[in-house]
Antibody
Framework: QVQLVQSGAEVKKPGASVKVSCKAS????????ISWVRQAPGQGLEWMGW????????NYAQKLQGRVTMTTDTSTSTAYMELRSLRSDDTAVYYC?????????????WGQGTMVTVSS | QSALTQPPSASGSPGQSVTISCTGT?????????VSWYQQHPGKAPKLMIY???KRPSGVPDRFSGSKSGNTASLTVSGLQAEDEADYYC???????????FGTGTKVTVL
């Protein structure tokens, strides 16, 4: 079945970088894009950006421009999200999400989430 | 990139109905028929409940329905059940520059 499996929890110091992976299976990876969504503790969902697994085109949320980079490795069907210059307010659960069956804008497949804690 | 506005909470007794609003602008909710609704239980990933304003994925009970009028979308849960107690988020496509925006979230309590 279709799955997105994310890497494990991370603890980082302020100013450091984190790279979260999202391994896809059960569908043709290069036919769809992957979005990244984060959720700070007790807070709502925040769309971070999107990458096409077909050609690597990206679109990032304005507030993260310059700090975030999304990439894919088609040989392993894996998407990556790197966030740099981490701050305490980047502490959140990070999800990868896929709009597979109902259009690119309807995220019907989600990864299990990766907790990233930024603390000195 | 402002979040869409939802009421923080809503509640109803089992069997009753509850409606959650999601207010945006003509650049997102009002401009496109790409509004989705997600259900999230504590510690779990969100689950798609409604897409393209009012369409329901297979497996989602028909107690869940969506609609839109102008810049405001709505999710109605009819015949509330205990398992419907969760957080609900709307989202909308917001054009080729902003892409997607989520709502602030609504906690639904079944009394």
């Amino acid at each position: 079945q279709v799955q997105l499996v994310q890497s494990g929890a991370e603890v980082k110091k302020p100013g450091a970088s984190v790279k979260v992976s999202c391994k896809a299976s059960g569908y043709t990876f290069t036919s769809y894009g992957i979005s990244w969504v984060r959720q700070a503790p007790g807070q709502g969902l925040e769309w971070m950006g999107w990458i096409s697994a077909y050609n690597g085109n990206t679109n990032y949320a304005q507030k993260l421009q310059g700090r975030v980079t999304m990439t894919t490795d088609t040989s392993t069907s894996t998407a990556y999200m790197e966030l740099r210059s981490l701050r305490s307010d980047d502490t959140a659960v990070y999800y990868c999400a896929l709009g597979l069956r109902f259009g690119v804008d309807a995220f019907d497949i989600w990864g299990q989430g990766t907790m990233v804690t930024v603390s000195s | 990139q402002s979040a869409l506005t939802q009421p923080p909470s809503a509640s109803g007794s089992p069997g009753q109905s509850v409606t959650i609003s999601c207010t945006g602008t003509s650049s997102d909710v009002g401009g496109y028929n790409y509004v989705s609704w997600y259900q999230q239980h504590p510690g779990k990933a969100p689950k798609l409940m409604i897409y393209e304003v009012s369409k329901r994925p297979s497996g989602v009970p028909d107690r869940f329905s969506g609609s839109k009028s102008g810049n405001t979308a709505s999710l109605t849960v009819s015949g509330l059940q205990a398992e419907d107690e969760a957080d609900y988020y709307c989202s909308s496509y917001a054009g080729s520059n902003k892409f997607y925006v989520f709502g602030t979230g609504t906690k639904v309590t079944v009394l």
